[in-house]
């Protein structure tokens, strides 16, 4: 399906998508918003999922947790639409550029799933969160349901 590997000039200053799935068969991709820079997740694909998200230009990834690829959104019609993907120098990482309905992405209710800072400088087992969004962009019980997420611990 894609290009086989063969030359480190290839990979890395040729034309070729040749992209270096792990040992587990995937690849890791963070996504960010298109608009403003952003980072909105980090997530895996693998093969299908990069291949899909390609040719329908909406984010695929594959769920570690559920073992199921996941079409991102398709539940909550937060669809993530490719503005651009770009591969790393190795091609062993990729990044979206995306545009989102109503720029929430994360299932929790928020913009990104980084919505909490982890301060520094203090010892690792006395810190405490911040959150940094201060309000949630959509109520997850309204788009979900009340049925809490199985797959988290
Ligand atoms: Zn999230």
């Known amino acids: 399906m894609f290009a086989k590997r063969v030359s ?23 996504t960010t918003a298109a608009k403003t820079g952003e980072v909105l997740m980090l997530g895996y694909m693998n093969a299908e999922a990069l291949q899909k998200t390609i040719e329908t230009g909406e984010a695929h990834y594959y769920s570690r947790s559920r073992k199921v690829l996941w079409h991102k959104g398709a539940t909550s019609g937060l669809v ?31 913009r ?11 010892p690792a087992d006395q810190i405490e969160l ?12 309204a788009v979900y349901g009340d049925a809490p997420n199985p797959t988290i611990l």
């Open 130 to 141: 911040t959150f940094e969004e201060k309000e949630k962009m959509f109520d997850p019980k």
């Open 80 to 110: 993530q639409k490719v503005v651009e993907m770009r591969i790393d120098d190795d091609q062993d990482a990729v990044w979206l550029r995306v545009a989102i309905p109503g720029d929430a992405s994360c299932h929790v209710g928020y």
């Open 8 to 30: 480190i000039e290839q990979v890395e200053e040729g034309n070729d998508l040749a992209p270096k799935f792990d040992a587990d068969g995937l690849i890791a991709c963070v």
């Open 112 to 122: 990104s799933c980084f919505y909490r800072s982890v301060p520094t400088g203090a």
